[in-house]
C-alpha cells in the first residue's frame, strides 16, 4: 500500500512532463510553420519588387508617354464635364446613378481605366518579354506560375490605379463632384472586379503565348464593357434582350454597378450585395479555369520550343 502510495506522483509526474512535451512540439511546429510562411513571403515580394522596378526604370525612360497619359485624362474629363450638360435632365431613368452623367461618366472611365489594365497587363507584358527575346530567360527561372502573373503585371496596376484616382480627383477637384458612401466597401468592389478581368487577362496571355499574336479575349471584353456595362449610358436604356443577355454576363458590369451605387448613392453592403455576390462566382469559376489553362499553354510553349519566337 505504501510503495503503491510512493509511485503515484511520479506516474502523475511522467504524465505531465509528457503532455507538456507535446504542447512544445505543437508550439514549435506552429512557430516553424510561421516562419517559413514569413520567409516565402519575403521571398515572393523580393520578386515582385524585382519586376516592379525594372518596369519603373523603363517607365522613366519614357517620361514623356506618362505627362501625355495625364493630359488625355484632362482633356477626357473636361469634355464629359461640358458633354453632360447637353444631357443634364434628359435622361430618362430612375436610376439615382444617372441624375448627376458627369458623376456617372467619369467614374465609368476611371473604373475602366483601371479594369482595362486587369484584362490586358499580362499579355502585353508576355508580347513584350517575346519581343525583347527575354520571356524564355524568366520563365526557365525557379519562379512559379501565379508569382509570375502577379510580378509581370504589377507596376501595370500601379498606373492604372494612379490614373483611376486621377480621374476621381479632377472631378472632384476642379467639377465639384461630391462621393459619399463607405470607401472601404467600394474599394472591395474595385479589388474583386481587377481580379476577375484578371483572370480573363490570364486567358489572353494565354492565347498569346501560344499563337504569338492576337488578344481576342481583350479586345472583345474591352470593347462589350464599354457599351454593354452601363459605362456610356444606363443598363436600362438597353432595350433589346440580347443586348441586356450581354450585359447579364459582362463582370463589368457589377463591378461598375456596385462602385457607383456605393458612392453616388451611398447605398451599404445589404443593398448591393447581389453584384458582390456575382463578381464572387464569376472569380470562382474563372480563377481555377485561366490558371490551368495558362500552365497548359506554358508547358506547351516549352516544349515546342516556341518561348523566343514571336
Not at 462566382?281 to 518561348?307: N, Q, T
Amino acid at each position: 500500500m505504501l510503495k503503491s502510495a510512493a509511485l503515484d506522483p511520479p506516474t502523475v509526474t511522467g504524465a505531465s512532463r509528457l503532455r507538456r512535451h507535446a504542447a512544445n512540439v505543437n508550439l514549435d511546429d506552429g512557430a516553424g510553420q510561421l516562419r517559413r510562411a514569413a520567409r516565402y513571403g519575403l521571398i515572393w515580394w523580393r520578386r515582385v519588387r524585382a519586376f516592379i522596378a525594372r518596369d519603373f526604370s523603363q517607365a522613366l525612360s519614357y517620361r514623356m508617354d506618362f505627362l501625355m497619359r495625364m493630359l488625355q485624362v484632362v482633356i477626357i474629363v473636361t469634355a464629359l464635364f461640358f458633354i453632360s450638360y447637353v444631357f443634364s435632365g434628359r435622361v430618362t431613368t430612375n436610376d439615382k446613378q444617372w441624375e448627376n452623367p458627369f458623376a456617372a461618366w467619369i467614374m465609368g472611365f476611371a473604373m475602366m481605366s483601371y479594369f482595362s489594365c486587369g484584362f490586358s497587363s499580362l499579355s502585353n507584358a508576355i508580347r513584350t518579354e517575346q519581343m525583347q527575346g527575354t520571356l524564355e530567360n524568366v520563365l526557365m527561372t525557379p519562379i512559379k506560375v501565379p508569382t509570375m502573373i502577379v510580378a509581370s503585371s504589377a507596376w501595370e496596376f500601379i498606373q492604372a490605379t494612379f490614373f483611376a484616382l486621377f480621374y476621381l480627383f479632377l472631378g472632384w477637384f476642379f467639377f465639384g463632384v461630391r462621393f459619399q458612401g463607405n470607401l472601404f466597401l467600394a474599394s472591395l468592389f474595385l479589388i474583386l472586379t481587377a481580379l476577375v478581368l484578371h483572370c480573363v487577362g490570364i486567358l489572353s496571355a494565354s492565347f498569346t503565348l501560344v499563337f504569338k499574336r492576337g488578344d481576342p479575349f481583350g479586345a472583345i471584353l474591352a470593347t462589350g464593357s464599354f457599351l454593354f456595362s452601363g459605362v456610356l449610358f444606363p443598363t436600362q436604356a438597353l432595350d433589346s434582350a440580347v443586348f441586356t443577355g450581354i450585359s447579364c454576363v459582362l463582370p463589368t458590369t457589377y463591378g461598375v454597378d456596385g462602385i457607383r451605387r456605393v458612392l453616388i448613392e451611398g447605398q451599404t453592403f445589404s443593398q448591393v450585395r447581389l453584384p458582390f455576390i456575382m463578381l464572387l462566382i464569376f472569380l470562382i469559376g474563372l480563377l481555377p479555369l485561366s490558371l490551368v489553362v495558362f500552365d497548359g499553354a506554358l508547358r506547351r510553349a516549352k516544349r515546342e520550343g516556341s518561348l523566343i519566337q514571336y
